[in-house]
């Protein structure tokens, strides 16, 4: 059994779960990645929708952002022990489809249950008014191009990823634009963005 396929099966093992597969977001493109797709889904979630902790949802990222970020993981510049073997064994058409689909697929609503800390919010959004993060996000926090959707993101995740740029795990795109956006902020700024941003509401 070749690599890939033995780390698709522990990963469907670890998901514990078989996913109902719907093809209705572009069925040309979706065929290339039809073999693998199941797999990813186990992991992020059957509609993009994570909710495995620590595990991002994916659906409504910009198709620029999931194409770049699989050639991180597939280049090693951006490092994680899961994707990382996954993305290795990826081909630029495989690629390129998952940027369309998960593109297509609609974004995750935000947590129901009422803000369970109010003063944590404010710190982070006057935090992302310093820092001016919706210079790149956008206005609502959706992306654009390689820059990710950070609205509506599962708050222990984007607690994980600023916390890997503030450290230097995560460097990111040539120009090094997110280690410069958290820099000199502490743990508890992180969180407080982190808090934000995962409550932020549809656009
Ligand atoms: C075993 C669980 C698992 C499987 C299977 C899996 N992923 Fe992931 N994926 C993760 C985790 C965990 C991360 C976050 C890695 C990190 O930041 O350290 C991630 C991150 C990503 C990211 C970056 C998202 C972001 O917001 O930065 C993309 C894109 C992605 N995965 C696509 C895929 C695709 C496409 C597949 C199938 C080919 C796949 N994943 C299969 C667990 C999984
Ligand atoms: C100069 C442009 C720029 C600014 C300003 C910026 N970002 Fe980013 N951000 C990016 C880019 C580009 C990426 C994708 C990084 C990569 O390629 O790994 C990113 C990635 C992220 C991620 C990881 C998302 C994921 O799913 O993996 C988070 C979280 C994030 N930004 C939050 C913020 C916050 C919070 C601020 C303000 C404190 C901010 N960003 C300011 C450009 C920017």
């Known amino acids: 059994m070749s690599p890939l396929?033995?780390?698709?099966?522990?990963?469907?093992?670890?998901?514990?779960?078989?996913?109902?597969?719907s093809f209705s977001a572009g069925a040309a493109e979706s065929s290339v990645i039809e073999p693998i797709l199941p797999t990813?889904?186990?992991c992020h979630g059957a509609n993009g929708v994570s909710s495995m902790p620590n595990v991002p949802s994916l659906a409504g990222q910009p198709d620029g952002f999931v194409q770049w970020?699989?050639?991180?993981?597939?280049s090693k510049n951006?490092?994680?022990?899961?994707m990382g073997p996954i993305a290795a064994s990826l081909k630029d058409p495989e690629i390129r489809a998952f940027g369309a689909y998960f593109a297509k697929l609609p974004p995750a609503d935000p947590p129901r249950e009422a803000d369970d800390d109010p003063g944590l919010s404010a710190r982070g959004k006057k935090l992302a008014e310093t820092r001016?993060?919706?210079?790149c996000h956008g206005d609502m926090f959706t992306g654009a191009q390689a820059a990710a959707r950070i609205a509506d993101q599962r708050e222990d995740y984007?607690?994980?990823?600023?916390?890997?740029?503030?450290?230097?795990?995560?460097?990111?795109?040539?120009?090094?634009?997110?280690?410069?956006?958290v820099f000199g902020l502490s743990a508890d700024d992180l969180r407080a963005l982190a808090h934000y941003l995962s409550r932020f509401g549809p656009p």
């Open 5 to 21: 396929l033995r780390i698709i099966q522990t990963s469907v093992l670890i998901a514990g779960a078989l996913v109902n597969l």
């Open 40 to 42: 990813c889904l186990a």
């Open 69 to 74: 970020q699989l050639v991180y993981f597939r």
């Open 78 to 82: 951006r490092k994680s022990d899961i």
């Open 132 to 135: 001016r993060c919706t210079s």
């Open 158 to 181: 984007l607690n994980k990823a600023l916390t890997d740029f503030l450290e230097g795990l995560r460097v990111g795109g040539g120009v090094a634009a997110m280690p410069d956006a």
